[in-house]
């Protein structure tokens, strides 16, 4: 099967810098941070040294990671709460990410988040993202969600940066060219993402080859907007999504 992800070939593995591809852990905050622009786009957990708790195998031939991430000093410097994060990577026929934090401070706190996925395409006018019609969504950095999707299949053809509210199922990306379909399902999602930044965006990024837009499409599940997560101390968030083949 070809890659289901994608990975840039410009993506640089440095410590401090985020992979550009695979799925980037977004959290405590989803895009921007909401007061200080000069904090890391999409959180700190996508540069965070995680450490691993445990890797199994089952007889189903399913390969389990746990692992984690607790606030520490470094964490604090960019949000002063006290939290403890954990990422469950199951790899079988499918594949389920979970991504569950717990509030272990004495402080409420809000979050927004996303698993920021990247999916490998043929080429983006080979696709087409059916589950997001009827709905509602911000485009791009709008302050109120002015749009919304009247055709049943969304395609691609321009820059898109679409956050879609009250969301909550599965879309499912059809790949003419490579005659296959990949579902993208998730719980403890209300806002699905679709990113793609097309050619001129693209010539900003410094880890995208120009021309590599065209093989990848972004369709995340996320918390944020009128579903934010506020957890009082010793409450907890999970989010995940379940991709696979069809
Ligand atoms: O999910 C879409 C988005 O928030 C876009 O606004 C775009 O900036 C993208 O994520 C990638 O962000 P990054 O910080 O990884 O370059």
Same mark, same amino acid.
């Given at each position: 099967?070809?890659? %289901?992800?994608?990975?840039? =070939?410009?993506?640089?593995?440095? %410590?401090? $810098?985020?992979?550009?591809?695979?799925?980037?852990?977004?959290?405590?905050?989803?895009? !921007?941070?909401?007061?200080?622009?000069?904090?890391?786009?999409?959180?700190?957990?996508?540069?965070?040294?995680?450490?691993?708790?445990?890797?199994?195998?089952?007889?189903?031939?399913?390969?389990?990671?746990?692992? /984690?991430? +607790?606030?520490?000093?470094?964490?604090?410097?960019?949000? !002063?709460?006290?939290?403890?994060? =954990?990422? +469950?990577?199951?790899?079988?026929?499918?594949?389920?990410?979970?991504?569950?934090?717990?509030?272990?401070?004495?402080?409420?706190? +809000?979050?927004?988040?996303?698993?920021?996925?990247?999916? @490998?395409?043929?080429?983006?006018?080979?696709?087409?993202?059916?589950?997001?019609? @009827?709905?509602?969504?911000?485009?791009?950095?709008?302050?109120?969600? $002015?749009?919304?999707?009247?055709? !049943?299949?969304?395609?691609?053809?321009?820059?898109?940066?679409?956050?879609?509210?009250?969301?909550?199922?599965?879309?499912?990306?059809?790949?003419?060219?490579?005659?296959?379909?990949?579902? %993208?399902?998730?719980?403890?999602? @209300?806002? +699905?993402?679709?990113?793609?930044?097309?050619?001129?965006?693209?010539?900003?990024?410094?880890?995208? /080859?120009?021309?590599?837009?065209?093989?990848?499409?972004? %369709?995340?599940?996320? @918390?944020?907007?009128?579903?934010?997560?506020?957890?009082? !101390?010793?409450?907890?968030?999970?989010?995940?999504?379940?991709?696979?083949?069809?």
């Amino acid at each position: 099967e070809k890659e %289901v992800l994608w990975l840039s =070939r410009a993506s640089k593995f440095e %410590v401090g $810098t985020p992979i550009r591809g695979g799925i980037p852990l977004c959290f405590p905050w989803f895009g !921007p941070h909401p007061e200080d622009a000069s904090k890391p786009a999409h959180g700190f957990a996508r540069l965070a040294e995680w450490s691993v708790c445990s890797t199994s195998n089952n007889n189903e031939g399913e390969t389990t990671l746990e692992l /984690e991430l +607790t606030s520490n000093s470094k964490t604090k410097e960019l949000w !002063p709460y006290d939290f403890y994060a =954990r990422l +469950t990577v199951m790899v079988g026929e499918k594949l389920k990410v979970d991504l569950s934090f717990k509030n272990t401070g004495d402080k409420a706190f +809000t979050t927004s988040d996303a698993l920021h996925s990247y999916f @490998n395409i043929s080429t983006l006018s080979s696709i087409s993202i059916d589950g997001l019609a @009827n709905h509602t969504y911000y485009d791009g950095f709008e302050k109120e969600p $002015t749009h919304k999707q009247e055709a !049943p299949l969304l395609t691609i053809s321009k820059e898109e940066n679409r956050r879609y509210i009250n969301h909550s199922g599965k879309c499912t990306i059809a790949d003419q060219e490579w005659n296959r379909s990949i579902g %993208v399902e998730k719980l403890g999602s @209300n806002v +699905t993402v679709v990113w793609n930044p097309w050619q001129e965006t693209t010539k900003t990024i410094g880890d995208i /080859e120009d021309a590599d837009y065209i093989n990848f499409i972004c %369709v995340e599940a996320a @918390n944020a907007y009128n579903d934010s997560v506020t957890l009082q !101390p010793s409450e907890s968030h999970q989010i995940s999504t379940i991709i696979a083949i069809e």
